[in-house]
């Protein structure tokens, strides 16, 4: 009886054989796995397999860019790798229809009812702890006068349930999927509908301006409050305003919007110019106490501080419109949070040359302070101009940028694809895939976390497959399992099988050992 003992490596993003039976009758073997950072543990899926020669990690398809929308839709499938994947999530950029949905497909109508703001970005699904630090996926979906806290405790678990029950069908039920909470949420049948997708609140503004709001304050417990003059839209539009005069039923406009855990929402006049008079800024995260306070928990603010008409820390108001020599018919199309440089930008059009183009700001520039330190009078006080090439001058309107990568961008102008991986610079199609990177022959940026590239001139991605779903499923040991310090006793291996292990990180390698005896 003899024994052996056998060390490997096996880097982030690729598989590879740990480990051989090259004896002439069966052994068994004891597997140990470690990752290679001890704060983190990386997945890892293992499996044993007759054939020791399938093929690893190789260059393939890992996508496409998005597709150009077909009947006002985007294709947004970068969710599984398939180029037309039949579980995508798509973006609407035409008017009649909610902005988001899935298989491409939509509410046969759509009203008051359902969220036209509701958008979440794809890349939430495939990593949901780049927005809200957390690993499980969790987002608020206001329907009617109810909203529900909707949870599947898993990326793919939660996508599917989007996908299954969300936005896609001629009629829909609360009931369907999982809600972990269900709160009535006042005033809720108005034009301006959003939910703070990470930080478990959801506000709403009816016909008279009056609003509401919902925080669900763990998985089973919420509270909500409501503002007829004395909340924040009413007050600061100057009065009963009626939102479905003020706003713009289209894709191409803020209305209300939320992304980096914050809500914006803007003012136009009753006017053919329908210029961005003014826009109002609710920071949920600061009212949920700051990050890694997002959700599960309970602000230390009053409920009916959230959308008070008295400013609070957490409220920003900036006037954009002073007069039509200065600004023109300035208007703002959309703004979006940068995780990496932690700021956010605001993109405007139809003005003049000194305004068109991006801005950005942080969230200390635009919260200064508390009370009349937050309500800036001017677009300069609360935001910076970018300076240099951007792509978007200014000129026309684009859809709301959707994050479909780790750092890459994707927003509509018509029919044409802008991409962006810092939300400053943006290129088309054609050119975006056509600039050289080292290689001097392609495109090389993150998709889900992991480099692919795209070559010049062709919309194909490609990218590091390990392989790994060429090995046999049927000898499957492990399937997504976090190791920190892992071990697996008694594995039977006969003459010729092979333990293949695959490391699913994205940039941790893990280390394993296999003590391998004779029996």
Not at 193 to 206: F, M, P
Request: aromatic fraction near 12%; hydrophobic fraction near 30%; charge should be negative.
């Amino acid at each position: 009886m003899t024994s052996q003992r056998a060390s490997a490596t096996v880097a982030a993003t690729k598989a590879d054989i740990v480990y051989t039976n090259v004896h002439s009758g069966p052994q068994v073997v004891t597997l140990s796995v470690h990752s290679d950072n001890n704060t983190t543990n990386p997945a890892i899926n293992v499996a044993v397999d007759s054939v020791g020669n399938h093929t690893l990690n190789f260059i393939g398809t890992r996508g496409t860019l998005a597709q150009a929308p077909v009947s006002g839709e985007l294709d947004l499938a970068t969710l599984d790798g398939s180029p037309y994947a039949g579980n995508r999530v798509t973006m609407n950029t035409a008017v009649a229809m909610p902005p988001m949905g899935g298989n491409g497909t939509y509410y046969n109508s759509f009203n008051n009812n359902h969220d036209r703001a509701f958008m979440i970005d794809p890349y939430f699904w495939v990593n949901p702890s780049a927005f809200n630090k957390k690993s499980d996926t969790r987002y608020v979906y206001n329907y009617g006068n109810t909203a529900y806290l909707k949870y599947a405790g898993t990326a793919k678990g939660t996508r599917d349930q989007f996908i299954d029950n969300q936005m896609i069908a001629g009629t829909w039920s609360g009931s369907n999927g999982t809600n972990l909470a269900v709160a009535t949420f006042p005033y809720d049948g108005g034009p301006l509908r959003a939910s703070c997708l990470y930080t478990d609140t959801a506000i709403a503004t009816q016909t008279s301006g009056y609003m509401g709001m919902v925080e669900f304050t763990s998985d089973s417990t919420s509270r909500t409050a409501s503002k007829t003059s004395n909340s924040t839209y009413y007050n600061y539009s100057g009065g009963s305003y009626n939102p479905n005069s003020y706003h713009h039923n289209d894709n191409y406009r803020i209305n209300v919007r939320t992304d980096g855990g914050m809500y914006v929402f803007d003012y136009h006049p009753s006017s053919g110019t329908n210029r961005t008079y003014k826009l109002c800024f609710i920071d949920a995260v600061t009212f949920k106490g700051g990050e890694g306070k997002w959700s599960n928990t309970q602000s230390d603010y009053g409920e009916g501080d959230f959308i008070s008409s008295t400013i609070q820390p957490f409220h920003a108001r900036l006037r954009v419109y002073e007069n039509s020599a200065t600004t023109g018919n300035l208007i703002a199309s959309w703004m979006k949070y940068h995780a990496a440089s932690d700021k956010y930008y605001l993109y405007f059009y139809g003005g003049n040359s000194g305004y068109n183009g991006i801005w950005e700001t942080t969230r200390s520039s635009l919260f200064p302070g508390s009370g009349n330190t937050n309500d800036h009078t001017t677009l300069e006080s609360a935001f910076t101009k970018v300076s240099g090439t951007t792509g978007l001058d200014g000129t026309f309107a684009t859809t709301q940028p959707q994050q479909i990568g780790a750092s890459l961008w994707v927003a509509f102008q018509d029919s044409t694809a802008w991409y962006s991986t810092n939300l400053i610079n943006w290129k088309t199609s054609p050119d975006f895939i056509g600039e050289l990177a080292a290689s001097d022959a392609t495109h090389v940026f993150e998709l889900n976390g992991r480099k692919v590239f795209a070559e010049s001139g062709s919309p194909i991605l490609k990218g590091l497959n390990s392989g790994f779903s060429n090995v046999g499923s049927s000898g499957r040991l492990e399937n997504g399992t976090s190791v920190g310090v892992y071990e697996r006793n008694g594995i039977i291996l006969n003459s010729g099988d092979s333990i293949y292990l695959e490391n699913l990180d994205v940039s941790v390698d893990v280390h394993s050992t296999v003590m391998a005896l004779d029996i």
